[in-house]
């Protein structure tokens, strides 16, 4: 029988599904409401999370979701426990548990993520609560001299001491190493320093003793800056990205969910679909754990009003059955609504401080 981390690091990543990143933090949150003019408070936020976990019929493409503190101890209008909302649809409730990217010292301009002091009794309180998978988030930022060879060791070693604790407390660890897209750097700088970050996690990882079938990897897609002048088509995207983790994730990690990274919504699609039509060896499921790109049309559409509960619900299940049919290479241009516009606005893919 396969352990138990086994069978739930493979329900994540069953076929057609992904990961709903929703563990935006109370300041993150703010912001993002303020964009929109909605009041941020224990109470807006609680619905508008829960008007994402009850969307009718996405739990057909999303096989799990990231919280944040605040939202797994929340209850949904009926009174019951969010997380269980979720586990009742068949859908995995998860937790972000670090706290945060700080400023790393001896290396200016970059940082390490925190949070592992007291993370043994955090998990297990989590896992208590119904969470029954975690995330940390690592942030690389790229120039023409960084990332820092002490940047990627100092995170390389934090992600692994997460992983270990993760699957000591009966937990899914989803190691998320984020090369920016934030700069002016090409594809190919990506590329490398990608490639370079996803080496020295897994040699951490292994060093650790994470076991890799019990673990998902969620790294960003070779891209080129967002201040760069270099265009690259959907293809080109696919093609790199692809190329590089064959290179750097072993056979053995369960699953690859890809982070949208400040992507417009239905680019994000675009390249999940093309990377999951390449041909060649996949070893690993190929599917995503999208904050913004699934979030953003919803959030547009409710706008902080009861009244439109309902079409924020009906945006977030156009975005999870987009994004379930690129897990399988199915998605087009069609299945997309004619009158909703060029994707996701500028102004809030900017936000995300987590
Ligand atoms: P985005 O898809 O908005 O990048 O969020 C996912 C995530 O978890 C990044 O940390």
């Not at 352990?3 to 935006?24: C, F, N, P, R, T």
């Not at 000591?168 to 002016?184: A, F, K, T």
């Not at 499921?285 to 979030?295: E, I, K, N």
Request: charged share 20%; glycine share 10%.
């Amino acid at each position: 029988m396969p352990h138990q981390l086994e069978s739930v690091a493979a329900a994540l990543v069953d076929e057609g599904k992904g990961i709903l990143a929703a563990y935006e933090t109370v300041p993150t949150l703010t912001k993002r409401f303020d964009t929109l003019g909605i009041q941020s408070t224990e109470q807006t936020r609680r619905n508008y999370r829960e008007m994402l976990f009850s969307s009718p019929g996405a739990a057909e493409f999303i096989s799990g979701v990231i919280m944040q503190d605040e939202t797994i101890r929340q209850r949904s209008s009926g009174g019951m426990p969010l997380a269980e909302v979720l586990s009742q649809q068949g859908v995995i409730p998860g937790i972000k548990v670090d706290t945060g990217a700080k400023p790393l010292a001896g290396s200016p301009g970059e940082t390490v993520t925190e949070g592992l002091d007291g993370l043994r009794d955090r998990l297990s309180a989590y896992h208590g609560m119904g969470a029954r998978f975690a995330k940390w988030r690592a942030v690389i930022r790229v120039t023409k001299t960084l990332p820092s060879s002490a940047c990627i060791a100092a995170n390389a070693q934090a992600l692994a001491r997460y992983g270990a604790l993760c699957q000591e407390q009966d937990l899914v660890p989803i190691v998320e190493p984020e090369v920016l897209m934030d700069g002016s750097h090409s594809i190919e700088r990506c590329d490398e320093a990608t490639g370079t970050v996803l080496q020295a996690v897994f040699r951490a990882l292994i060093e650790q003793g994470v076991a890799l079938e019990q673990m998902l990897l969620k790294p960003n897609m070779v891209l080129p800056g967002k201040q760069s002048a270099q265009s690259a088509s959907v293809q080109e995207v696919a093609t790199a990205t692809l190329r590089c983790l064959r290179r750097y994730v072993p056979a053995a990690v369960h699953g690859v969910v890809f982070l949208s990274g400040g992507q417009d919504d239905r680019v994000a699609t675009a390249h999940l679909n093309a990377i999951n039509r390449l041909p060649g060896p996949r070893p690993w499921r190929v599917s995503f754990s999208y904050g913004r790109a699934l979030q953003d049309s919803a959030l547009d559409a409710w706008h902080g009003r009861d009244e439109n509960l309902e079409v924020g619900r009906q945006a977030l299940y156009r975005r999870a059955r987009c994004n379930g049919a690129a897990c399988r290479g199915e998605y087009s241009d069609e299945m997309e609504p004619a009158a909703a516009g060029a994707g996701t606005p500028h102004h809030r893919r900017e936000w995300h401080d987590d």
